[in-house]
């Protein structure tokens, strides 16, 4: 079964061929590389875009991939350099959209949870890309420390320390007057 396939394995096939080799990738890090995108650009469709324009370039460059490193530390880093440059385009942040999903407690609570999801999103969006980068592949990507460290090039204590450091960072900002 294709979706079973270690991803260097599909690249593989891709490169022979298979167009349809390309398909389980998509499908098995659509998801994250999406809440990535999201948490760096802060609005859906822009991070929508970025993740399809992402998996474009790398279809396109996949002769380029080098198969001794993971192909979400690849695709990954395409992700982040599509999002800033996203970010560098525009004029100005755009706020979050509301959520999909109605809060059980009514309409108190899910006033509450936006201002809390537009807090954090505004105080991610004001910690340094490095901050921002690390705390999102460990809590939005739900990668384990390392696997940030391969995405990163990081050892795995260099990304304990700079995630302790970016939650502390991340902590104060949110604590801030301009983040309530």
């Known amino acids: 079964m294709v979706d079973g396939d270690p991803d260097a394995q599909l690249v593989a096939r891709c490169l022979g061929g298979d167009v349809e080799a390309f398909e389980p990738l998509v ?13 760096l ?5 822009e991070a929508r875009d970025v993740v399809q324009g992402a998996f474009v370039k790398a279809w396109e460059k996949l002769v380029s991939f080098d198969p001794r490193h993971r192909f979400f530390s690849w695709i990954y880093r395409i992700v982040v350099n599509e999002s800033l440059n996203a970010r560098a385009r525009r004029p100005a942040l755009k706020p979050l959209e ?10 108190e609570e899910a006033l509450r949870s936006r201002e809390r999801t537009d807090s ?8 340094t890309g490095d901050d921002r980068e690390v705390i999102i592949l460990r809590h939005f990507a739900e990668l384990s420390y390392a696997e940030i460290g391969e995405t990163l090039g990081l050892a795995e204590k260099t990304v304990k320390s700079r995630l302790h450091e ?6 104060r900002v949110l604590q801030s007057e301009e983040i309530r």
């Open 98 to 107: 509301e959520s999909d999903v109605v809060a059980a407690g009514g309409p």
């Open 120 to 127: 954090l999103q505004a105080a991610l969006l004001r910690l």
């Open 166 to 171: 970016a939650r502390q960072r991340l902590g």
């Open 41 to 45: 650009l802060g609005d859906r469709e």
């Open 27 to 39: 499908r098995r890090y659509e998801r994250p590389l999406f809440n990535a995108a999201f948490r």
